[in-house]
């Protein structure tokens, strides 16, 4: 094989397979031997495979070779926060502090709109990612937990809602919203109808009215409770 010594180039040499051939990490790094074709993806290929070393060369090379390495940079960085989060993991107690989740609700004449916010009140900070989720909708109650770590301290969200009136199971929908949130919308068994209040039993913790979504509402309740006063 033929190198170019004065430019370190060897013309023909793959970069994605140039540490698999006839030469080993060392012998390159002794000849200073840089592979034909020298790119940004070749470089992410041998980190994400874990050849950190043969990486750490080629990124050494990469500014000789005009290599635009932002995509090498940011596919460090995501490695970065995943190593810290997990991490983080060693610094916290295994056992999680149980916390009553800030939630509000709204209704329609069908159906039943929860949103549950993972933080203890909706006005202040709290967990943005959260796991080992576990969402059950029962025709009379709604169970939700969730654990996260927040401020090296884990915490574990659970919330058990008794329904005022039976619910409609089989049309639930959920959506998680990535500032840290969860929404339900729940159908009502008994429809169209209005439900004094969203518990049953003793008020639960945490729970506020859902104003903004509630007003989309509020003309079409007051109109059916008008009729069923006649």
């Known amino acids: ?10 013309f023909g040499l793959l970069c994605e397979d140039m540490f698999e051939q006839a030469y ?6 002794a000849q200073q031997i840089v592979p034909e074709h020298l790119s940004a993806q070749c470089i992410s290929s041998y980190i994400k495979k874990g050849a950190y070393e043969e990486a750490e060369y080629l990124i050494s090379k990469a500014g000789s070779s005009k290599v635009d390495l932002n995509s090498v940079m940011n596919l460090l960085l995501s490695y970065k926060r995943s190593i810290a989060s997990l991490t983080s993991l060693f610094d916290v107690e295994n056992e999680p502090q149980i916390v009553k989740p800030s939630f509000r609700w709204a209704q329609s004449l ?17 967990c943005t990612h959260v796991y080992d989720k576990i969402i ?18 884990k915490l ?11 619910i409609d199971t089989r049309y639930t929908e959920t959506n998680e919203i990535l500032t840290g949130r969860l929404e ?8 169209p109808s209005v439900w004094p209040q969203i518990y049953s039993g003793e008020k639960p913790q945490n729970m506020s009215p859902w104003w903004d ?3 989309q509402f509020n003309e079409q309740l007051k109109q059916h409770q008008d009729l069923n006063a006649l």
Not at 1 to 10: A, G, Y
Not at 114 to 125: N, V
Not at 156 to 166: A, D, M, T
Request: proline share 1%; net charge positive; charged share 25%.
């Open 1 to 10: 094989m033929f190198f170019l010594t004065l430019l370190h180039v060897s």
């Open 156 to 166: 574990q969200f659970e919330l058990n809602l008794p329904f005022y009136e039976v």
């Open 136 to 153: 059950k909708v029962k025709k009379d109650h709604l169970e939700f937990s969730a654990k996260c770590i927040y401020s090296k301290q």
């Open 213 to 215: 979504m509630q007003e």
């Open 24 to 29: 080993d990490l060392k012998d390159i790094i």
């Open 110 to 126: 069908t159906h039943i709109y929860l949103d549950i916010k993972f933080s203890h009140r909706f006005d202040s900070a709290g």
């Open 184 to 191: 339900i919308k729940i159908q009502k068994w008994k429809a």
